[in-house]
C-alpha cells in the first residue's frame, strides 16, 4: 500500500490573513495539497487575488470578508465557510498586527488595545467557533481536526518596544496548549507555530533598514529573510494525517535564529 499521509483531498482549511504572507503560502501549500480551502481577509482586493492564486490547483476556495476581532463575524463566517465547503477539518489562526514603538512608556493604550483585539482576541473567537463545529462533528462519529496558532519567536524572546505584540503571542501559545489537552479526547489537536525573521508585508521597513540587513539577517544560520512558502510543508503535516498524535507543540521556523 502507497503511504500518502499528506493527501488532503477531501479535507476542508479555514486560514485567517490568508489573502497573503504566511497565511496565503500556506493556503496554497494545503490546496496544491489536495484540500479545499476557505480564507478570511479584511482587504477584499486582496481576497479576490488570493482566490485567483488558489484556484489553479484545482480544489475549491471560498473567500470572505471577516475581521477576527469582532466576535459576530467571526461566529458568521465559521457558519458560513461550513455551509460553503461542508466542514472545517483544519483552521489556521493566523490573521494578525504588529505595532512598535519608540519604547515601552511611548506604547500607547490603543496601539496595546487594538493589538490585542486582533492577535489574541481574534484567535480566541477562532479556535473557539472552530472547536465548536469540530466538537459537534465529533458527537456525529466524525471525529478529528487540527487547530494551529501563528504565535511568534516574540512570544519566547525579549521583543523590546513590541511588549504588546509580545503579550498576545505568549498568549496564543497558552490558548493552543489548553486546546491540545482538552480536545485530545475528540482527536482534535492544537499546535502553534513560532515565525522568525519573515518577509512579509509587516516586517516590510525592517526588510528595508541596511542595519537590519547588516546586523540581523547574518544572525540567520541559513542566511536569508524567510519566505511565505517556508510554512507550506509544516500546514500540509499539520491538516494531514501524518500528524494525527501530533499536539501540544511549538513549532519553531526560523531559519535557526533563535538558537543561534
Known amino acids: ?93 493566523n490573521a494578525g498586527i504588529g505595532f512598535g514603538s519608540p519604547s515601552f512608556v511611548d506604547m500607547t493604550t490603543e496601539i496595546y488595545r487594538k493589538t490585542l483585539a486582533v492577535n489574541l482576541d481574534g484567535v480566541f473567537f477562532t479556535l473557539r467557533e472552530s472547536a465548536r463545529h469540530m466538537v459537534e462533528r465529533s458527537k456525529d462519529g466524525d471525529k478529528g481536526g487540527s487547530l494551529v496558532g501563528i504565535a511568534s519567536l516574540a512570544a519566547i524572546e525579549g521583543a523590546a518596544r513590541n511588549q504588546a505584540y509580545a503579550a498576545t503571542k505568549g498568549g496564543v501559545i497558552s490558548m493552543i496548549k489548553a486546546c491540545a489537552s482538552e480536545y485530545g479526547r475528540y482527536n482534535i489537536r492544537a499546535n502553534a507555530i513560532l515565525p522568525g525573521w519573515i518577509a512579509t508585508d509587516m516586517t516590510a521597513q525592517a526588510q528595508a533598514a541596511p542595519a537590519f540587513a547588516e546586523k540581523v539577517i547574518p544572525r540567520v544560520p541559513i542566511r536569508r529573510w524567510g519566505e511565505p512558502e517556508d510554512f507550506g510543508g509544516m500546514a500540509v503535516y499539520l491538516a494531514s494525517d501524518a500528524s494525527t498524535y501530533t499536539t501540544g507543540t511549538t513549532m519553531i521556523i526560523d531559519g535557526g535564529y533563535s538558537m543561534f
Open 1 to 93: 500500500m502507497t503511504y500518502k499521509p499528506f493527501d488532503l483531498t477531501g479535507k476542508v482549511a479555514l486560514v485567517t490573513g490568508g489573502n497573503g504572507g504566511i497565511g496565503l503560502g500556506m493556503a496554497a501549500a494545503m490546496a496544491a495539497s489536495g484540500a479545499d480551502v476557505a480564507i478570511w481577509g479584511t482587504n477584499e482586493e486582496k481576497n479576490a487575488k488570493a482566490a485567483d492564486t488558489l484556484k489553479v490547483h484545482g480544489t475549491k476556495v471560498a473567500v470572505r470578508r471577516v475581521d477576527v476581532s469582532n466576535e459576530q463575524e467571526v461566529i458568521d463566517g465559521v457558519d458560513a465557510t461550513v455551509a460553503e465547503l461542508g466542514r472545517i477539518d483544519t483552521v489556521v489562526a
